[in-house]
């Protein structure tokens, strides 16, 4: 119904925003994310105008208005709602804690256990959003383990970081610590699993 709103924005609380347009106060709900970029635009009393993405959600017991500061971040959120068992109030909590590109490189890496961390989002949650959104977010920023070359996993040993990724580590501290094993390619992969999970 909505793509953006355009006007002053008049107060920003908690978890939520109020944007003036041509003298109607609009009420959104707004991440984390979004609620830090609004307030860093209010100093000294200062009511910018500003202009926030929108979503128009309505449901038998509500109808409700989310705002975002960026349309990347609207266009994730639609994303994250479009997972089954992921409502808004779950795919704010995700975006309050991770920006578009964080949530990607998570995704990327299969990183359940830092998608989990937002509030109201369980492990298994955590484990749909990375499944139903592998190839559909673009990790753009770097990650902590760019820059470091490592041989090729054989396979028992990929099977292993694959079984770690499953337990909620990241697929970069998986693959690590497999690679880590004393004579990987000739223990199964159990035994990598075993011998893994004690380094970890």
Do not use: W
Request: aromatic content about 6%.
């Amino acid at each position: 119904m909505f793509y953006y709103l355009n006007g002053t924005l008049e107060h920003v609380g908690d978890g939520f925003a109020v944007v003036d347009c041509g003298g109607v106060g609009y009420k959104l709900n707004v991440s984390g994310t979004t609620s830090s970029q609004l307030l860093a635009l209010t100093g000294a009393g200062a009511r910018p105008t500003v202009r926030l993405y929108t979503h128009f959600s309505v449901r038998e017991d509500a109808a409700e208005l989310f705002g975002f500061y960026t349309s990347e971040e609207l266009d994730t959120f639609r994303l994250l709602i479009g997972i089954s068992g992921v409502g808004p109030k779950a795919a704010l909590s995700v975006l309050s804690l991770l920006s578009p590109a964080s949530l990607a490189e998570a995704v990327a890496g299969q990183d359940v256990k830092m998608i989990s961390r937002a509030p109201g989002v369980g492990t298994k949650t955590a484990q749909r959003i990375v499944l139903e959104l592998s190839g559909k977010l673009v990790a753009t920023a770097a990650s902590s383990s760019a820059g470091v070359t490592r041989a090729p996993l054989g396979s028992a040993a990929a099977d292993a970081a694959d079984a770690l990724v499953v337990l909620g580590y990241s697929r970069a501290d998986a693959q690590a610590v497999v690679a880590s094993v004393d004579g990987a390619d000739s223990k199964t992969t159990e035994e990598i699993i075993r011998l893994a999970l004690m380094r970890l």
